[in-house]
T-cell receptor, first 110, second 119 residues
Framework: RKEVEQDPGPFNVPEGATVAFNCTYS??????FFWYRQDCRKEPKLLMS???SGNEDGRFTAQLNRASQYISLLIRDSKLSDSATYLC???????????FGAGTRLFVKA | GAVVSQHPSRVICKSGTSVKIECRSL??????MFWYRQFPKQSLMLMAT?????????EQGVEKDKFLINHASLTLSTLTVTSAHPEDSSFYIC???????????????FGPGTRLTVL
């Protein structure tokens, strides 16, 4: 079993759609969680951190359920520019044992 | 936001040579730096973690004698791929955490990556 598992992709959605990504992690010692996006042949860029209380940044909402070891990302009103690979990340304190999920590819089409 | 640079961005070398990749935090002090490798269509794989002034901690399966990491200052870490072979061809990315003023604990800021091709 992978330490961080994500929905297999790709997701193909029309502009304006709402899309949800799910992620589970197996390391119960993980304390910090993030969503990154990665464009083709580029480095990952932080999209948002994930907190137990849930957090929202514009069209993006992230949630964490520690009991279920589950993380989610919701994108509302998808834009063409949202097309990318979304990476779920779990890390222990200090960034140690940072594990990236394999990523979920999103294609937003006009 | 915090900026991390890498140099070179691309390198092509002959088998058997050594390649050094630099990772710099430009506007913050990086207490910890991480080195990752990513093969095409695969996830990032953490290779090692380094703290300034101490030896790097390598992930299982990563040869420390082949991938030499030096974290000499709070703004610079280097990865040297010694006696590179074609199977070492990959995208190498560094990241850094530190006193960036970011409220997100343990956020990693990534460099742009170095694409290594070993002929």
């Amino acid at each position: 079993r992978k330490e961080v598992e994500q929905d297999p992709g790709p997701f193909n959605v029309p502009e304006g759609a709402t899309v949800a990504f799910n992620c589970t992690y197996s390391n119960s010692a993980s304390q910090s969680f993030f969503w990154y996006r990665q464009d083709c042949r580029k480095e990952p860029k932080l999209l948002m951190s994930v907190y137990s209380s849930g957090n929202e940044d514009g069209r993006f909402t992230a949630q964490l359920n520690r009991a279920s070891q589950y993380i989610s990302l919701l994108i509302r009103d998808s834009k063409l520019s949202d097309s990318a690979t979304y990476l779920c990340v779990a890390a222990e304190t200090g960034g140690f044992k940072t594990i990236f999920g394999a990523g979920t590819r999103l294609f937003v089409k006009a | 936001g915090a900026v991390v640079s890498q140099h070179p961005s691309r390198v092509i070398c002959k088998s058997g040579t050594s390649v050094k990749i630099e990772c710099r935090s430009l506007d913050f002090q990086a207490t910890t730096m991480f080195w990752y490798r990513q093969f095409p269509k695969q996830s990032l794989m953490l290779m090692a973690t380094s703290n300034e002034g101490s030896k790097a901690t390598y992930e299982q399966g990563v040869e420390k004698d082949k991938f030499l990491i030096n974290h000499a200052s709070l703004t610079l870490s280097t990865l040297t791929v010694t006696s590179a072979h074609p199977e070492d061809s990959s995208f190498y990315i560094c990241s850094a955490t530190g006193l960036a003023g970011d409220t997100a604990r343990d956020t990693q800021y990534f460099g742009p990556g170095t694409r290594l091709t070993v002929l």
